[in-house]
């Protein structure tokens, strides 16, 4: 079963950038739709976005981040990313990319495959 690595994760300041990085131990990740999740301490696992699987395709965001994520893609390179501008507070949280089987993208049950995930802490 393939697995999912994400990198990039750390501590910045209200205001700054981070970019994730997510990538499988085979080169696999150019045939699945994915999605970036978050789970705050003490909180649900929340939808981020999705990318269509070819990229060039869609890509979906949750409301609270559009507009200062995006999620891009180099199959070429098997790397799924999430470019994550203007942070705040709110966005702390360890971040997780998976692959997408089916049903809805917002819901993390149609995700039967996950990273160990990255934390993200945005210091105010």
């Known amino acids: 079963q393939v697995r999912l690595v994400e990198s990039g994760g750390g501590l910045v300041q209200a205001g700054g950038s981070l970019r994730l990085s997510c990538t499988s131990s085979?080169?696999?990740?150019?045939?699945?739709?994915m999605g970036w999740f978050r789970q705050a301490p003490g909180k649900e696992r929340e939808f981020v976005g999705a990318?269509?699987?070819?990229?060039?395709?869609?890509?979906y965001y949750e409301d609270s981040v559009k507009g200062r994520f995006t999620i891009s893609r180099d199959n070429a390179q098997n790397m799924v990313y999430l470019q994550m501008n203007s942070l705040a507070p709110e966005d702390t949280g360890v971040y997780y990319c998976?692959?997408?089987?089916?049903?809805?993208?917002?819901?993390?049950?149609?995700?039967?495959?996950w990273g160990q995930g990255t934390q993200v802490t945005v210091s105010s």
């Open positions: 085979d080169h696999t990740l150019s045939l699945y739709t």
């Open positions: 998976a692959v997408h089987q089916s049903g809805a993208y917002e819901s993390s049950v149609g995700y039967p495959i």
């Open positions: 990318i269509s699987w070819n990229g060039g395709g869609w890509t």
